[in-house]
């Protein structure tokens, strides 16, 4: 781990530093994964079975 003394710096540019500090820890900080899906919306679901379309009747509007 690097410490960076700010002391020998202007006082503009320190807080030009500290600005650039938080833009690139925006841009290449690693977020973990949200998790936006529930428990409940993962486990299979019964469906009521389903008959094969006729052709007609998929291109009928």
Known sequence: MQ???LDA???FARRELVDFYQFLLQK???ESPKVTCSKSSVVPRLVKPFGLL???DMYER
Request: zero cysteines; charged letters at 40%.
């Open 9 to 11: 710096l202007p006082e």
């Open 28 to 30: 290449y900080a690693v």
């Open 54 to 56: 006729k052709r007609e």
């Open 3 to 5: 410490v960076l003394d």
